[in-house]
């Protein structure tokens, strides 16, 4: 199975990603994350990706393809995948298809949107800020990915909606309920996929 979430920042990706994938046995492919460990290494990529990240601005195309790329091949990813926080806007939803072409891999399976008031979601990244001691989250940083986060990333809702590919979660429920709604989402496309 392929996944594709799709949501702001603080909408609650990453922890069902990481649910997900262990309940489907597929690859976590966390963009954020992995972008966050190759700063933390002081690799080039990471030392590149550091300057935009602090901004709160999207980290260029062409790094973070190299990143999906090299998930996309790992062993892990065989037996499907979630990307989760790619893509992110038009042009990178059209490198994921010819990535995914030039690897002779099938392209995505589903997209699920997370839905969470901007509100909620300020709560939720100053909360993590605290609590993880991320200093990229800062209040003008919350407040400027959520404005990119309906800029470019808010018209992949359509796209995705228009290939029939998109299924809507509310991710203000509780953790619980949130995995439970995806979980139902999910066997359905099985089922579908398998027929």
Known sequence: MRIIF??????GKGTQAAIVAKNFGI????????????RKDK?????????YIDKGSLV???????????????????????LD?????????GALDKLLRDLNQASCDCVIN????????????RKRAIKENRTDDTPEVIRRRIQIFQE????????????????????FMSKEAVTSAIKE????VKKSTKS
């Open 152 to 171: 470019e990333t808010a018209p992949l809702i359509n796209l995705y909606s228009e290939w029939l590919l998109l299924e809507t979660i509310n991710g």
């Open 27 to 38: 690859h976590h492919i966390s963009t954020g994350e992995l972008l966050r460990q190759e």
């Open 60 to 82: 260029p195309d062409s790094i973070v393809l190299d990143i999906v790329k090299e998930q996309l091949t790992k062993k892990e990813a065989t037996p499907g995948w979630i």
């Open 185 to 188: 989402v999910l066997l359905e």
């Open 85 to 93: 926080g790619f893509p992110r806007n038009v042009a990178q939803v």
């Open 6 to 11: 799709l949501g702001p920042n603080g909408a």
């Open 114 to 125: 997370f839905d969470v008031p901007d509100s909620v979601l300020v709560q939720r990244l």
């Open 43 to 51: 690799t080039d990529r990471g030392q590149k990706a550091q300057s």
